[in-house]
């Protein structure tokens, strides 16, 4: 059950939202903010079924009404998904003529989920805002965001805030080790926070498509920065094939960041052998590994926007051949 995951996870969330239930006190709009794998699309799909279940409090997650609702097959729920393209103003303004409308579901309660609402356009962001101005007793806005700083001030005000905790690298890694490939369990457990979680994206294509690249590309570093950097371009992400986009760079790009840092800490708690023995030969290496970190994250912060990946990869290559020498 999700309701007992959330409880043992993210207790504050939980007891916040058990609260608001029972107490009938919902919200006309929520922000559920916190870094990647903290619960919060989990617990948006766990709200929305709670507000339409017939089971008081939580939802029982059982019944044909939730399992419709998780399936986003029930009409009255709505969800968008800002994580691969940018959230657009067409997006919400059918959403709002869609909203309008008299409910087709029996509940009449409507909920609208807005996963990465960070990475709406500005256009999409000013409509949202005169629709979030404008709430309906029977309506719920569920926004979920990793970067609070990229969403509109006005906007966030008109939320409820309910923030998520990312669980300990330690506690992640500790719990999943044993479970799949060390070099997996590490890398994962930085990027997302939570067991299932680490070990459903471990398994995906984008992950392990990411996976090859960053090893192939940091064996080329060793001894030919050109070499290592034309991969990634070429073969990476092949500008004709188009097969690898948005998250499978994020994890790339991900994996670059973790690398670094442990190379300015000149420690790591990896244990997978490969990592460990690369760690020492690219510590010899004359690289300005602040700059290195530096351009990383600027390059992260411009894949979440709407950017063409392979001029970015352009970019980032150019920046990073300049900081090794």
């Known amino acids: 059950m999700i309701k ?4 043992q996870q993210q207790p504050v969330v939980y007891q916040t939202l058990k609260n608001a239930l029972y107490n009938d006190k919902i919200a006309h709009a929520y922000m559920f903010s916190g870094p990647s794998g903290t619960m919060k699309k989990e617990a948006a799909y766990l709200l929305a079924q709670s507000l339409i ?3 008081e409090g939580f939802a029982c997650e059982t019944c044909n009404t939730c399992k419709r609702i998780a399936a986003n097959e029930y009409v009255d729920v709505k969800y968008i998904d800002g994580s691969k393209t940018s959230i657009k103003k067409d997006d919400i303004i059918k959403l709002q003529r869609e909203f309008s409308k008299t409910g087709l579901e029996s509940s009449g309660k409507k909920v609208y989920i807005l996963n990465y609402a960070e990475n709406a356009t ?13 709430p309906t007793s029977d309506m ?4 979920i965001v990793e970067q609070m700083d990229r969403v509109l001030p006005t906007i966030i005000s008109r939320c409820q805030n309910i923030p998520f905790t990312a669980l300990s690298f330690d506690t992640c890694y500790d719990s999943v080790k044993d479970e799949i490939d060390l070099f997996d369990a590490f890398m994962l457990s ?7 979680n680490i070990i459903d994206v471990s398994e995906t294509d984008d992950y392990q498509h990411a ?11 060793k001894n030919s920065v050109n070499r290592a950097l034309l991969f990634l371009q070429l073969e990476g992400f092949n500008v004709k094939e188009k097969k690898y986009g948005k998250q499978c760079l994020q994890y790339v790009i991900d994996m670059l960041l973790i690398f670094f840092k442990d190379q300015i800490k000149h420690k790591t708690m990896c244990e997978d052998e490969w990592y460990l023995k690369t760690m020492k030969a690219i510590q010899e290496k004359d690289i300005d590994r602040v700059q290195m970190i530096q351009i990383l994250m600027y390059s992260k912060d411009m894949l979440l926007k709407s950017v063409n990946i392979h001029m970015l990869i352009d970019q980032m290559l150019y920046k990073m051949k300049e900081v090794t020498r």
Do not use: G, R, W
Not at 4 to 7: A, G, H, R
Not at 140 to 143: P, Y
């Open 122 to 134: 500005p256009d999409a962001l000013n409509s949202l805002l005169k629709f979030l101005e404008e």
């Open 190 to 196: 930085h990027m997302k926070h939570q067991k299932q």
């Open 4 to 7: 007992d995951i959330l409880k």
């Open 211 to 221: 996976k090859y690249v960053f090893k192939t590309m940091i064996d080329y570093y």
């Open 140 to 143: 719920v806005a569920i926004l």
């Open 53 to 55: 279940c017939e089971t």
